[in-house]
């Protein structure tokens, strides 16, 4: 059986997750692979979620927010970002391939970007091929 | 064995769920889940019949645990909370799964659809177990009234408020009321003076004992929430701290310059002018050329700077109605002159207005279509021997011919576009622009008037561009529901606050350097930090900063999403 | 090639009987569902548009106006009542006066005061020269047994005092050749002028030189069957012209060449083919003319709505022609000298005035344009046919 990406996608209330209600509305098409989580601000996400979600098998996940400056609790994005420069250093020392997480600014009217998106980060994971932390962890439990 | 008990129902939405996604296949792979009391599927969830569906197995089968896997909770959260409490459970014991906009409207795989979809609602399912019955809370409303922009829109609602007695501040950033009305001659399609009604609204507003008019300011600064906002207003070097309970942002729009289009030379080429220099003609009464002759034929070029990918893509909406406005208004004023209307497409779209351009048509004037892809109109200085000042040269959409207009006078139909000072405003008042630097309402169709932050409203041409009428229906709207909230005394705030577990605060404060809003202060006595829960609006930015775990975002607790994120990977698993 | 924009166009079409002007906005319709336009010769639309930006260069070297034979159906149609078959009949008045050099075509169309008074003068000298040149025999209307032959019918040739009835024939069949040798004239030069708007001043195709001779038997064909007319949805039309067209050549060919076969002193049997002939084009003409006169007046019918001075002039001047032309026929079978001369004289004063100045200047220049229009599209279109092989071959 062809290998399926299994894509985590965290979106913040306001900006992306809107986006991709948009990209609903328009009928723009994007793979099945992405599930999205809603949270209120791309701020409320930590590493937490991220690793659990890689631990939960996931092959990628992705954080959405707000462009910058945009953010509707003025400043939520830019700590997302710096949050996720850690994360990505951190995932990369446990030998998750660094492209597994990716962060993007989708707006509300940027329901095309969101399905875009959502279509290059399937194939990029496609790629990439079944993220292997799963397996690895529970061989250390 | 846990009291948890689950009712999941999951909608058809007629066939815009259904005809992509199995509803019975997903309402039968989750009804074995654990703590899963019943789960059903039905054709509108959403509909009074839906609704009494989950009302009555709340009370027959004595749930406590609701989720309905349907569309965007931003469509219809609220409709099942009221549902909930309708059955006398407390709203936030209820969690939705979007399985229209980001499943069945966006996927073309029956199988892969469904098998999205149960994975959805497996993670609704494990979410809502972790649900904790959340207190609504009220604050009392400040019946004082924000209203940014003495334009149009502005004064319109301004004067609605203020005739229901209730207080209002009207900004102006300019010197003068009226906003871009003050350089508009008549309008369209009736050819009505605008000072007709503008000097007497002007006086009304200026006169009227409820509003205050603060002429050359501008909100720096911006706190509070929906009831009770303070602004800091600054006035010349003053600053004063107003407060009030809801904002209009009626802060209108910029013409566009048409000086960096080449081809129309707009600023070069004597004789070129802006439809608002035309207005300024029309105010004295006299078109003339810049050597003071009266001008014989004059060409009107539409769609300057509006729907081109190079400039504005949106359409500004008023100027083709506007363009026919002047020819009428020339024709009277040199009636043997010609005129020549070079349009992309003629929008005649609302009352009157295709009416209006009948009646022009049979004038004097010649209807030449361009299209923006094929080629912009190039103006050119006519040479001493030719019978005209200058000439158009275009591409003429309906015969195909490239075409030479001659002309004495150009007038360029420039577009609006968002103010300069929009994005700060934006960012001031915490409401988001589009694509186009306009604000976004809440909803394009069902909620066009409110933003996303509560309490603020659009009006006029912040919004879109908008002619006069649309203007003051969208002031007067957020007028009236400005003045329902100001009627009812209270409005419900936001409960997905964050609080502090005090038992394990360590005193560290990150969390009052994260928070946006000022809202967390360190209590020195007690060593810990606490959260305002009034000022605290819910981002959870400090939750996921705090290095003990002792901040916690009601609503989105570690836990709560946590368990969504294994029900959304445990149906993947299964493959 | 830059063209400029003339709405002066605009003043000199109203004069010509254009109706409203800007009323088109161009939906297309009139011109998807014409039955005669092509994919790659676009009327009524194109020709509207370039009447309403006032390109007259382009309009000149359009001949699509000669292609539309007027069912109609695009003015039914037309969701802004903008008449575009009206507009095409208009652009055929426009181009009659733009193909004639001399100027007389533009004043008959605008000026009702020029048409009144060219056919008063020519009336005039048609009578003039019967007053003075051939007046009736003194005794015609006194002793009429005398100009009557052997079937009791009046000897047509014999009526006159002064010269013997051959040479009545001669002076008679000598007039009509004069008439035959103007129109020609007139008409020759003017389709030449019509070859050089059209095909010389097109720069945009290059007439292979073989075309002229593979093309040439359209003209012919297209003037003796009207074929084209035929593809209108409505038949009834064609039937029609088509009576009119055979009728009124069939008349002018034996008037101008066979006069004296048949305009002779003896009353021929019935089934004479002179007769027969003469019969056919007489029904051929009353019914067109009965047909028209009652949709004009009713304007019942979309092509006859509306009415030109020109097309008003034309129905009376043929009526009366035609009627005339009976009158002297049933006044020569029953033996009335006197009548059969001065209707003679009154047919001729209504039929020379007619063919001077309708076929050359006026609407019934037709004849010839239509059939050359169409060999001239059928030239142009062998032109960019061969230009697209060509290009093709290149590439």
Known sequence: ?141 | MSNIRIGVYVCWCGTNIAKMVDVKQVAEAVGNMDDVVISKDYKYMCSDPGQELIIKDIKEHKLNRVVVSACSPRIHELTFRKALENAGLNAYLFQMANIREQVSWVHVNRKEATKKAIALVRGAINRVRWHEPLEKRRVDVNPATLIIGGGIAGMSAALEIARADKQVILLEKEKELGGQLRFVNRTFPDFIPTSDFIEPMKDDVLHHPRISVLTEANLNELHGYIGNFIGHIQTGAKELKVEFGNIIVASGLKPFNPAPMENYGYGKLPNVITSLELEKMLQTGEIRQTNRKLPEKVAIIHCVGSRSSQYHEFCSSTCCMTALKYSNQVLDMLPNSQVYQLYADMRAMGKGCEELYTATSRKNVMFLMYDQEDGLPYIRKAGPKEDCNLLIEVNEKLSGERIEVPADLVVLMVGMEAHEQAKKLGQTVGISLCGNEFYIEKHPKLDPVATTTDGVYVSGSCQSPKNISDSITQAKAAAARILATINYGSVEVEVTTAHVNEDICCGCQTCVRVCPYGAISYIADDRVSRVNEVLCKGCGTCTTSCPTGAISSRHFTEKQILSQIEGVMLELMEN | MITRVNPGLKKDLVEFGLQDWNDCFHCGNCTALCPLTRNDNLFPRKGIRLAQMGLSEKLATNVDPWLCYYCGECSDSCPRGAQPGELMMVLRRWLTATYDWTGLSRKFYTRKSWEFSAIGIIAAVIIAIFVFLLPPANDLASNPEAYLNDQGGVMINSMVTGIDSEHFMDYIHTGDLIMALIIAGFLISNILNMFLKVIINDKTVRIPFRSYFTEFWRLIFNFGTQARFSKCDNKSYWVGHLLLMTGYTILFTMIVAFLPKFQIEEITPWYNWQRILGYYATFGLMYFLIYTTIGRIRKSDQKMRFSHPSDWIFIVLLGLTTISGILVHIFRLTGLPAMTYYTYVIHLAILVPMILIEVPFSKWSHLAYRPFAIYFDHLKKAARKKAAKVQFAAA
């Open chain 1, 1 to 141: 059986m062809e290998f399926e990406p299994k894509i985590v996608a965290f979106l913040c209330n306001w900006c992306s997750y809107t986006g991709a209600d948009l990209a609903g509305t328009s009928r723009m098409k994007y793979p099945a692979n992405i599930k999205i989580i809603r949270i209120m601000c791309s701020g409320r996400i930590g590493p937490t979620f991220v690793l659990k979600a890689f631990r939960e098998g996931a092959d990628g996940v992705m954080i959405c927010g707000c462009h910058p400056g945009d953010c509707h609790y003025h400043e939520g994005n830019y700590k997302c970002l710096r949050r996720y420069k850690l994360i990505q250093k951190y995932i990369q020392q446990m030998g998750i391939e660094q492209d597994r997480l990716r962060l993007s600014w989708i707006s509300a009217s940027e329901g095309k970007q969101f399905a875009e998106l959502a279509q290059s980060m399937t194939e990029v994971i496609r790629e990439l091929g079944p993220c292997d932390i799963k397996s690895v962890m529970e061989t250390f439990a």
